[in-house]
């Protein structure tokens, strides 16, 4: 089935209207009508060929959100009307210890929504930037937001995600101090998610203008880390950060904050590495610095439930197709609160 969508030729184009193939649903698959797709920065990464490998033409988007089209015959749990999900992942080996332990993110047969080898034509994944998507009933998640807030559900599929997962592994909750380094589109869902958990919640800015604005999201407290006094009033004091910048900066600016076997967690891909912190930050305290990426189906499915109950959503600009690429731009330079939504209804020309 041919369906209107957005895409890029070459990693040096814009993106513009293109036409794509979806497959006729299978026996385990889930056809959606897709209303809204969220911008993650890795969209434009990918897309712009700045990451290796991108196959074109690239049609980005892995923060999808909307209704039930269709179901192949053996699926049994999602009908026509459903509100649904579709979040970074659309197949996985199935089998390996990682898919069975329900952490399909970590599979090495993972199959992203997007630029990721499938028979489908035209031989990789096309994602939400489109009309349509066909998923395995394994993939699709459940949403019970309301549906006037579908729009602003769409980044939790990766932002949302990205930020829960490190936060649920480390078990926070009340009684413990986060950190949330950056006030971005991951950051700021760091910042309502460790909230909401229960945490006391720090969150650190390069700008004093983004002070009020954290606070806001549900900071308790919130340090310009370039005021070197304000960093030293939290030495050794936080169980966890959440590190949610893109660019390379000093780790060691952080370590140094964590109480003994507190962690500092990495969500934010840099497009070259971070310097090396300092090893004796990281032995005198057993503290540890580690990585995460979004989470598995059953998590995500848990963040999606969790959001619900507490009234959770992304702060969103809604835009439409023909404005993508003055989004991308606006994202670059972080002009943008916090999370543009594509409303996909402007697909149809």
Known sequence: MLVNAYGAHAGDQPLEP??????????????IDIAFCGICHSDLHQVRAEWYGTQFPCVPGHEIVGRVAAVGAHVDGFRPGDLV???????????????????ENYCDGMIGTYNFPTPDAPGWTLGGYSQQIVVHERYVLRIRHPEEQLAAVAPL?????????????????????????????LGHMGIKLAHALGAHVVAFTTSDSKREAALQLGADEVVVSRNAEEMAAHAKSFDLILNTVAAPH???????????????????????????????????KRRTLAGSMIGGIAETQEMLDFCAEHGIVSDIELVRADQINESYERMLKGDVKYRFVIDNATLAG
Not at 88 to 102: R, Y
Not at 160 to 170: A, C, D, K, M, V
Request: charged content about 15%; some cysteine.
């Open 18 to 31: 293109l036409q794509i193939t979806r497959r006729a649903p299978g026996a385990h698959d889930v056809q």
């Open 85 to 103: 999900g579709i979040g970074c992942i659309v197949d996985s080996c199935k089998h390996c210890a990682d898919c069975e332990d329900g952490l």
């Open 157 to 185: 599929l990766c932002a949302g995600i990205t930020t829960y997962s490190p936060l649920r592994h480390w078990n926070v909750g009340p009684g413990k101090k986060v950190g949330v380094v950056g006030i971005g589109g």
């Open 250 to 284: 000093d780790l060691d600016a952080f370590l140094v904050l964590l109480k003994r076997d507190g962690n500092m967690t990495l969500v934010g891909a840099p497009a070259t590495p971070h310097a090396s912190p300092n090893v004796f930050n990281l032995i005198m």
